[in-house]
């Protein structure tokens, strides 16, 4: 079971990227799933977190309004679009597959992880 995570890039602020998670060995199809990010020197933290069905949507304060989650079940994909980057979204991102079929913000709830990808946002 892998979860590839691909997308990330260096972009001015102001700019947009869009992550793509993709599964294999396994369709995650009941599966919440999730984006961390971990910045240098920093603690991984929540970005955002989509339900099984695509119906509920949780997101970081830091990125509401910036960011969208949504999932294509067709494709076992999970994409997380960013507009509006800053700096401070400079990271190592990461997609994770929960145990079970609810949202969460919590990285104990997630058993399955991509290898990051890294989104660097400067001028």
């Known amino acids: 079971v892998q979860l590839q995570a691909s997308g990330g890039g260096l972009v001015q602020p102001g700019g947009s990227l869009r992550l793509s998670c993709a599964a294999s060995?396994?369709?995650?199809?009941?599966?919440?799933m999730g984006w961390f990010r971990q910045a240098p020197g920093k603690e991984r933290e929540f970005v955002a977190a989509?339900?099984?069905?695509?119906?509920?949507?949780i997101y970081a304060d830091s990125v509401k309004g910036r960011f969208t989650l949504y999932r294509e079940y067709a494709k076992t994909t999970v994409y997380l679009q960013m507009n509006s980057l800053k700096p401070e979204d400079t990271a190592v991102y990461y997609c994770?597959?929960?145990?079970?079929?609810?949202?969460?913000?919590?990285?104990?709830?997630?058993?399955?992880w991509g290898q990051g990808t890294l989104v660097t946002v400067s001028s």
């Open positions: 994770a597959a929960a145990q079970g079929a609810l949202s969460s913000s919590q990285t104990r709830e997630y058993r399955y």
């Open positions: 060995g396994r369709r995650f199809s009941n599966n919440a």
């Open positions: 989509i339900a099984w069905n695509g119906g509920t949507m």
